[in-house]
């Protein structure tokens, strides 16, 4: 066991090593695409200074992750039923990256001639991710026997794993899988913070797969930490380029996935407690707003944008955020060993 750690930490930086080799031209690809992300009018004028900046560079994660995975298991994918499950979180990231990169492309319509654009309508965005969600589920549901933990979770502290229906179960993978990607999505507004948190929430769930002998899958979740850090080296503040809906929908969606099929989808909350929170503020600032007639609860949402305003620097929120983020991470693994 001690040996498929060692190699999935190795693949890990293996992919951090080839994404930080290829990331400096990638950014220069970018640049002269001129696919520049467009910037809120609302936000502070530190966010102004980032127009043009480089954006889509999620595919800077979901391309080499894809490769290197699946490189690493065709043969099991081939020969074997279990084998054959790292296809799920792969098809969730290549789907997911693809409704982000089409969003992403409409958005950047002002750098093109066209009329300003915000992206797809949330209408279409929700379509998509319900379509891609709801094959995933059927699929961890119903595909028998690649699936340990299908139709069933595994409960914190006691340890015992209780059976779902599968008309349950296939509703709530579908739930996670959306609202973990539309919670990563909210996050990515800082340099490096959407990054940093899930490369964090990616190695505790490789650490539980790997308590769980589920080595596929912990060396996707260690690839896709590498990844993540080899984006970071360039969307560090103050960023070379930014993640985009093609990186930042991705990562969530797979991130639940890793989570659903470990078993342990009952800890997200808990592992990934900052993009929880960036959800949930700008919830309760819609609710309060509506019934308050106009008031705010924050200073403005998502949540890191109210740490901002209230006189935090980037840098300070993103650090702040990651620690919480680790230590939840922690959190997470202790409660998934006991």
Not at 232 to 260: C, E, K, R
Not at 285 to 294: E, N, P, R, S
Request: charged share 10%.
């Amino acid at each position: 066991m001690a040996g498929g750690l060692a190699f999935a930490l190795s693949v890990g930086l293996l992919a951090f090593l080839i994404g930080v080799i290829w990331g400096a031209p990638f950014v220069e690809v970018l640049r002269r695409l001129r696919i520049g992300k467009q910037i809120r009018v609302e936000l502070a004028e530190g966010h102004q200074k980032k127009a043009g900046t480089p954006t889509m560079g999620g595919i800077m994660i979901v391309l080499p992750v894809f490769l290197i995975a699946l490189g690493l298991n065709l043969v099991n994918v081939i020969r074997t039923v279990t084998g054959a499950s790292i296809l799920v979180p792969l098809f969730v990231m290549v789907g997911f990256a693809a409704l982000g990169a089409v969003d992403d492309w409409e958005g950047i319509a002002r750098s093109r001639g066209r009329p300003i654009g915000e992206g797809i309508s949330p209408r279409a965005k929700f379509i998509g991710q319900l379509f891609l969600s709801g094959i995933t589920a059927a699929v961890i549901s119903l595909y028998d026997g690649g699936f340990q933990f299908a139709n069933q979770v595994t409960l914190p502290l006691i340890g015992i794993s209780i059976p779902i229906s599968p008309v349950l179960f296939i509703p709530i993978c579908m739930f996670l899988i959306i609202a973990s990607s539309n919670a990563v999505n909210l996050t990515d507004g800082l340099d490096g913070l959407a990054g940093i948190i899930t490369a964090s929430a990616f190695a505790a769930y490789g650490v539980i797969a790997y308590i769980q002998g589920q080595f596929p899958l912990m060396q996707l979740c260690f690839i896709l930490v590498g990844a993540c850090f080899a984006f970071l080296w360039y969307n560090a503040h103050p960023a070379q380029m930014f993640m985009g809906d093609v990186g930042s929908l991705a990562l969530g969606a797979t991130l639940a996935t890793v989570a659903i099929m470990t078993g342990q989808w009952l800890l997200l909350p808990v592992i990934a407690i900052v993009p929880i929170a960036e959800t949930l503020s700008v919830i309760l600032q819609v609710i309060y707003f509506k019934l308050t007639k106009g008031q705010r609860l924050f200073r403005m949402s998502p949540l890191h944008h109210h740490f901002e305003l209230s006189g935090w620097s980037e840098m300070q929120i993103v650090q702040r955020f990651w620690l919480v983020g680790v230590l939840a991470a922690m959190i997470g693994i202790a409660l998934a060993l006991l």
